[in-house]
Structure formats: structure tokens, C-alpha cells
């Protein structure tokens, strides 16, 4: 069975497993912020980026970014550290937004 499953998933020991369930975690945190965007946008009958995307996008991100360091992937560390930068800066423009008007 756990043969099967590490064949399955390409890993060789659990550190490796526990490394893909993290990696697999961090893909649907990304992935829920599409759900997240489009259900904001479906209540509101207009195209928005509701706050928690950014937040999803952020998490998802840096989990994705951690697990490609691992991976020691080049490519998938630069896109990751990228989006991880211009989420953070999302989230500050937001809240600063938010200071200023207050």
C-alpha cells in the first residue's frame, strides 16, 4: 500500500511524502483563491478582487515557494518569489489604502 502511494507520488523516503502532502496543501490554498475571487464575483454580478484572494495567494505562495526550495527548482522558486512579492505588495496598498481613508 505505501509502496504503491510513495511510486504514486515519486517519493522515496516520508520526509519526501510529508514534503508533497505540504506542497499539495500549498497548490489548493492557491487554487481556492480562483473559487474565492469568483464567488465574490458572482455575488456581486461584477468582476471584484475580494481581500481574501490576496490572502490566499499569499499563503498558497510562500507554501509553494518553501516546497520548491526544497525541490530546489529554480524555475518554480522565481515564480513563486515573484508572486509572492507582488501579493505582499497587494495586501500593503490595500491597508494603507484603508489608513488613509480612516
Not at 458572482?42 to 526544497?70: D, H, M, N, T
Request: glycine share 8%; proline share 2%.
Amino acid at each position: 500500500m505505501m509502496e504503491t502511494l510513495f511510486t504514486w507520488l515519486h517519493v522515496h523516503s516520508w520526509t519526501e511524502f510529508w514534503w508533497v502532502v505540504f506542497g499539495l496543501a500549498g497548490q489548493l490554498l492557491f487554487m481556492g483563491r480562483f473559487l474565492v475571487q469568483w464567488i465574490a464575483s458572482e455575488r456581486q454580478r461584477k468582476s471584484v478582487v475580494p481581500l481574501a484572494f490576496w490572502y490566499f495567494s499569499i499563503g498558497g505562495g510562500i507554501i509553494l515557494f518553501l516546497y520548491a526550495c526544497y525541490r530546489k527548482d529554480p524555475v518554480f522558486i522565481l515564480g513563486q518569489s515573484l508572486g509572492v512579492f507582488i501579493y505582499g505588495r497587494n495586501l500593503w496598498l490595500i491597508y494603507a489604502e484603508k489608513r488613509n481613508a480612516a
